[in-house]
């Protein structure tokens, strides 16, 4: 019979990946809700024209990486790619425009692209989003900034790196792209052939080439930085004195382009050296045209996406092993005979119901063996119970052992403010 795996480019999140994955759960759980961030999900399959119109029929998720299918319906489904647009979808559907702007949010789930798999990089992977909707204010641009340095700092990535840019408005960024594929046409023949055949399609991309050619006539192209208006320019000059005065390190970086159409002025991107090529944790920027292409009213937004499995390999390598893991339980139940099972079991609902951390042996187990279990797996206590109906609690520590009565002593003893132990 053919050995069954998960498919290439998904993979299975185990105990110890899932523990840390957990952590980082809660690190943004502590993180984002007291500072006004709520959670929220949506569907992880869209109709398919939500991503066609929002994130750009040009870009390389559309064309190539988005996993589509037809339902027994006929309609047109995809597996989400990316967040925002759905997010967008969320905010005009359930009229979020009524509620106090600017709306804070955030989120994490699996998303979907059908590009080579490697290290880092999945066709099924986890993302953290933040998103705020409804303010044009250059403080929401350096908040989710600063939102983001936070987290990772706090995640212990290393060797991070901050880039900035802005694309300005749309109108901008259009007469910005007719002089860029000028320049491109000029110098068609030192192109590599693939940003070749996208220069009337999406020539920002040229930027992110790795082909020598390519890279060599990027370095003389115009530049969007250089073409912003007063009121872009403005704009982003207030967002980069925000984020001097929070006291968060960034380099401007003109060739940043980001790979999604909606983007408009900001956009940001956190790299770490400690990854190799694949060097992205995460990045974002804003997107003011996007919920009124996509039918809503005329609303600002800004937001960016974390790569889960890129910020646990992007952690201090001496965290790896520890970060996120919860201390061993407070007691094991470890019965002497067979027929101790049933009250074992009792006395670990009951001891649970009080909020007591405790396991139960479950693997037919000698004493010796349970004993050395319980040490194992970072018990401090262990309750014998012996075949006679009596029960004796050991001090894992001390090695002090003596008879208890029920669970309710058992609680008291082992509860580290009222123990004499």
């Known amino acids: 019979m053919k050995k069954l795996q998960a498919p290439r480019g998904t993979y299975d999140v185990l105990p110890d990946d899932g523990r840390r994955r957990l952590a980082l759960f809660n690190l943004c759980q502590s993180l984002f809700p007291p500072n006004g961030f709520e959670y929220v999900e949506t569907p992880i399959f869209e109709d398919t024209a939500l991503f066609a119109r929002g994130v750009g029929e040009s870009t390389d998720i559309v064309q ?35 509620r106090p702007q600017p709306v804070r949010v955030w989120y994490a789930g699996p998303f979907f692209r059908h590009e080579a798999p490697q290290a880092g990089r999945y066709r099924q992977f986890a993302q953290i989003d933040a998103e705020t909707l409804g303010s044009h204010e250059p403080s929401t ?48 023949a030192e192109l590599a052939p693939v940003v070749r055949e996208r220069i009337d399609l999406n020539p920002l991309r040229a930027f ?37 005065a929070a006291g968060v390190e960034y380099e401007l970086d003109p060739a940043l382009v980001r790979g999604l159409d909606y983007y408009t002025h900001t956009v940001f991107e956190f790299t770490s050296e400690a990854l190799g090529a694949q060097s992205g944790v995460a990045g974002g920027g804003r997107y003011n045209g996007l919920i009124e292409l996509l039918g809503g009213p005329p609303t600002p937004g800004v937001g960016w ?37 049933r009250r074992a079991f009792a006395l670990l609902a009951e001891l649970r119901g009080d909020h007591v951390p405790v396991e139960l042996e479950q693997a037919g187990r000698s004493m010796k063996g349970q004993l050395r279990h319980a040490d194992r797996i970072g018990a401090r206590f262990v309750l014998i119970l012996n075949g006679d109906g009596g029960m004796e609690l050991k001090d894992m520590k001390s090695g002090e052992q ?10 008291r003893a082992i509860d580290p403010e009222v123990s004499g132990w």
């Open 305 to 341: 996406a974390a790569g889960i499995d890129r910020i646990l390999l992007a952690q201090d390598p001496e965290l790896t092993e520890h970060w996120g893991r919860a201390p061993g339980p407070r007691l094991f139940i470890a019965p002497a005979e067979p027929s101790e099972r």
């Open 64 to 98: 190539k990486e988005m996993f589509t299918f037809e339902d027994q319906g006929g309609r047109s489904l995809t597996l989400r790619p990316e967040a925002t647009a759905g997010l967008c979808r969320a905010y005009i559907e359930h009229g979020m425009h009524k």
């Open 208 to 244: 992110d080439s790795d082909d020598e050619g390519t890279r060599a006539v990027m370095a003389e192209a115009p530049k969007l930085l250089d073409r912003l208006s007063d009121e872009d320019a403005a704009h982003f000059a207030e967002v980069r004195a925000l984020l001097d």
């Open 402 to 411: 003596r008879a208890v009565s029920g669970a309710e002593e058992v609680a």
């Open 141 to 188: 641009d350096a908040e989710l900034i600063v939102l983001l340095a936070q987290l990772l700092d706090q995640a212990r990535c290393r060797d991070l790196r901050l880039r900035l840019s802005s694309l300005g408005t749309a109108d901008t960024r259009r007469a910005y792209l007719d002089e860029l594929r000028s320049h491109l046409h000029a110098h068609d």
